[in-house]
């Protein structure tokens, strides 16, 4: 995902904006930008997300208006249909015809030649056209999945062309140039053989070896067909053009040439449309080749001849078993929905790879993800196939993990994914590595890994599903009730965090494989939305993470040696950053040898690339988070001896929002015995940049400035004050006036983005009255402090009480109670105002 100045990293790195409809919106926002002179911030947890917003987008880009490509073989089959059910309809009238009137009336006087000629043709289309049209023919059609397994019922040479390449894929792929096109055909066929025969080996007869092979036999009555309907024209053809020829006339003989006239009629109308079936299907499928156009426009690539055979039949079945247009009823995405559920695992295979690629495609990944998502019983299916481990389902299990990942990208269907019993469980049978548990005291992934250098073809069968798994976690995590559930699945999250780990050899090498690298990314992204979770929830998950083992240890293998993965190096910040709003993720972070020195090294030592100033600002969010009410974290960030002077020299590039919050994190809660070294080190020296701050800055800048000041003001006294307000070019009362205007400027509630805002002014108040010099008290009363504090007074509210905001709950209280913090800057007013009107 692009990183995008500005954004919510949630919805960045999830890829979604729209939120659950009916519910709050609890992500953690996140505002990244430059330094103290711009208007930008890089924190997500110094406000609050606005409470009650939902996103509605759209799930996917408008589909085109071009029909579906199916649509052209269902209206073949529809074609077809009609002349196949014409044909029929008057073979059956021309045999009951000539069975009745012909064989049954005039069967003593007809001439020795019309009887074998209605004989021969009777016995010709009457056996072709009710072996033809049989129900339970096209039926067998519809269920075979291999169709070779119809040869015996074949009746075209296309047809015959895909028995032949069903039957041999090598032939087939030397025709067709594709070897993963047969290579598709042989795993059908294989799954076909597994239990059952292959119906174009079975011989129909004992003791008879290949000569009653069924593909054989196929083939020659296949021929006979061709050769009956010839027949029939022919022969028909030549009774009607000598139809005088047809006997004596008189008497009870008299309707006999009637008769043979509309025998020879209706077989002759009768055979032509099979002729011409025949001929419209070779056209189409062999000069237009419509099954490749279909394929091509589907995008199927070099597996979908076979899936649209099968389609084919199945739509033909339709039409001639039922009515004709029963076919054009039939879609792909419900034709592979039917497949999955079929209990044949190479139907599965069909109808699974069709969905992977009907969800992959962006002209039909919406309408198709759509259809699926809304029917349960194909999501519980391509679920349960996630658990499915035998070698020869392999494939199926990809492909259904391929598609459950895509469901799970859109906000609609993440529920549905995650709601089917044993959901999670299933997705984690995804990031099964083939090693063994790890054994107590050492790494989990330190003998056998799936992101080593070096790997067997087990490895790289394992990863791909793998990627998945973690894949589907990451969007199914966009979800904060998923976030649960996947923190409460037995032994999940401790999964999730042994792909976090990569050795040095893998993040130092340059050619390393990307999967490998993707997977330490996938897991990362995962962990980082699970310890960004809101509530009591994100409270457990960043517990559940602090407490293994494993998970800051890996975070800091990343910081340490991953100098050519920036991007995982970020991630990792994040997922650091996230692990500090807890306390045991402070403790955590803190005993982890070196890893506040890693955090501070790529804080102070960034270079002016994007990418590289971006990491210095998560890494200093990240310092900035340890150092909150935390002494342990300060001590340990005070640890570098030029901290300090590095700190002060960051605020004047885009790392000065983090470097302001670090500052005052460590003058705040560092404690007393750590004040004379901030004193020491030059803490003051901050001041001019953050005073100009203060006058020029806004939002996010310009409310860390004034906590700033308020900080380092307890160093100085109030004539140092007004020396390095001079220093910095402005003036007593113009500061002062600065300070009325914010609190007029938020004067009926506090900003959602910049919550503590008036509680830095009201502090920077109390500390300017208490200072006794330069005459503040009456500068305050002339710009009308005192109204401007009942007002405050008057809307203060919960928002402005904590430090930082996980989505609307409110994580670490302030000490001190803002509304005490508000009267007693009242008092103080009021009170020296009242000295000023007794000196008068």
Not at 164 to 185: K, L, T
Not at 480 to 503: P, S
Not at 526 to 538: C, I, R, W
């Amino acid at each position: 995902m692009k990183h995008k100045k500005g954004c919510d990293v949630r919805r960045e790195r999830n890829g979604d904006a729209s939120q659950k409809g009916g519910r709050d919106s609890l992500d953690i926002m996140e505002h990244r930008g430059g330094g103290l002179g711009t208007s930008g911030g890089s924190t997500s947890f110094f406000e609050p997300t606005p409470g009650s917003r939902s996103y509605h987008g759209s799930s996917g880009t408008p589909g085109s208006e071009r029909d579906p490509p199916e649509k052209r073989l269902t209206l073949f089959a529809l074609r077809l249909a009609v002349l196949e059910k014409a044909a029929s309809g008057l073979g059956k009238l021309a045999f009951a015809w000539a069975t009745v009137v012909l064989l049954g009336g005039f069967a003593s006087s007809l001439r020795i030649r019309d009887f074998w000629c209605v004989t021969v043709i009777l016995v010709g289309e009457g056996a072709r056209v009710f072996s033809r049209s049989h129900e339970l023919e096209w039926q067998q059609h519809s269920t075979s999945t291999s169709t070779a397994g119809d040869a015996l019922r074949s009746r075209s040479r296309f047809f015959r062309h895909i028995v032949h390449a069903i039957r041999d894929p090598a032939v087939a792929a030397a025709g067709c140039g594709d070897g993963r096109a047969a290579q598709f055909q042989r795993q059908v066929v294989a799954f076909v053989k597994q239990r059952t025969w292959h119906a174009p080996e079975v011989s129909l007869l004992p003791y008879t070896g290949w000569v009653f092979v069924s593909r054989k036999i196929g083939r020659l009555l296949n021929r006979l067909q061709l050769l009956s309907a010839l027949a029939c024209v022919a022969l028909s053809l030549m009774r009607l053009w000598l139809n005088h020829d047809f006997g004596d006339e008189s008497g009870d003989k008299r309707n006999m040439r009637p008769a043979l006239l509309l025998f020879y009629t209706l077989a002759l109308v009768e055979a032509t449309l099979y002729l011409l079936e025949k001929a419209y299907w070779s056209w189409k499928m062999s000069a237009r080749n419509l099954l490749r156009q279909v394929n091509d426009d589907c995008g199927l690539g070099e597996y979908g001849h076979v899936s649209l055979t099968r389609f084919f039949y199945d739509a033909y079945s339709r039409c001639i078993s039922g009515s004709i247009f029963d076919g054009i009823k039939m879609d792909l995405v419900t034709f592979a929905e039917d497949l999955i559920l079929s209990d044949f695992l190479d139907e599965q295979l069909i109808g699974v790879r069709i969905l992977q690629r009907f969800a992959a495609s962006e002209r039909s990944a919406r309408d198709t993800l759509r259809k699926v998502g809304t029917s349960q019983r194909s999501v519980e299916r391509l679920v349960e196939m996630l658990n499915w481990k035998r070698p020869d389902e392999r494939h199926v299990r990809q492909c259904a993990a391929d598609v459950v990942s895509r469901l799970a990208s859109k906000r609609q269907n993440v529920l549905r994914v995650s709601g089917i019993p044993g959901a999670i469980e299933s997705v984690t049978s995804l990031l099964y590595t083939g090693r063994a548990p790890p054994v107590s005291g050492t790494h989990p992934q330190s003998s056998s890994s799936p992101v080593i250098v070096t790997r067997n073809n087990d490895d790289d069968d394992y990863l791909q599903f793998n990627l998945l798994g973690l894949q589907i976690l990451k969007r199914l995590a966009r979800d904060h009730d998923n976030c649960g559930k996947i923190g409460n699945a037995r032994g999940l999250l401790a999964k999730i965090i042994d792909f976090t780990y990569a050795f040095p050899e893998l993040l130092g090498n340059p050619y390393a494989s990307e999967l490998q690298v993707r997977a330490v990314k996938r897991a990362l992204k995962v962990v980082e939305m699970l310890v960004y979770a809101t509530g009591e929830t994100g409270k457990e998950l960043r517990r559940q993470v602090a407490e293994n083992v494993f998970s800051v240890s890996n975070l800091r293998g990343i910081l340490k040696h991953g100098h050519q993965h920036r991007e995982l190096q970020k991630l990792a910040t994040d997922v650091l950053t996230g692990l500090a709003m807890d306390d045991k993720g402070t403790e955590a972070i803190v005993a982890t040898g070196g890893l506040v020195k890693l955090l501070l090294e790529i804080f102070v030592s960034v270079s002016a690339e994007e990418l590289d100033l971006e990491l210095g600002c998560e890494a200093g969010h990240a310092l900035a988070m340890l150092a909150l009410e935390s002494r342990r974290g300060c001590a340990a960030i005070l640890k570098r001896p030029d901290v300090i002077h590095r700190l002060v020299e960051a605020l004047h590039d885009k790392r000065g929002l983090n470097a302001a919050r670090v500052l005052r994190n460590l003058c705040a809660y560092s404690g007393s015995e750590h004040g004379d070294r901030l004193r020491a080190a030059g803490i003051t020296k901050a001041l001019p940049t953050v005073l100009n701050a203060t006058m020029t800055g806004k939002d996010k800048v310009l409310e860390v400035s004034i906590g700033l000041t308020t900080e380092i003001c307890r160093f100085i006294d109030g004539d140092q004050f007004a020396a390095e307000l001079r220093a910095a070019g402005i003036e007593e009362r113009n500061y002062v006036e600065r300070l009325a205007g914010l609190l007029n400027q938020y004067r009926s509630a506090p900003e959602i983005t910049i919550p503590r805002m008036r509680r830095f002014v009201v502090q920077q108040l109390v500390w300017l009255m208490t200072t006794g010099s330069g005459g503040y008290v009456e500068m305050l009363r002339e710009v009308g402090m005192q109204q401007l504090l009942e007002n405050v007074a008057d809307t203060t509210s919960e928002l402005e009480c904590y430090h930082v905001f996980s989505g609307s709950v409110g994580i670490g209280k302030h000490r001190e109670d803002f509304a005490e913090i508000v009267e007693s800057a009242m008092d103080m007013l009021a009170a020296g105002s009242g000295r000023a009107a007794a000196q008068e």
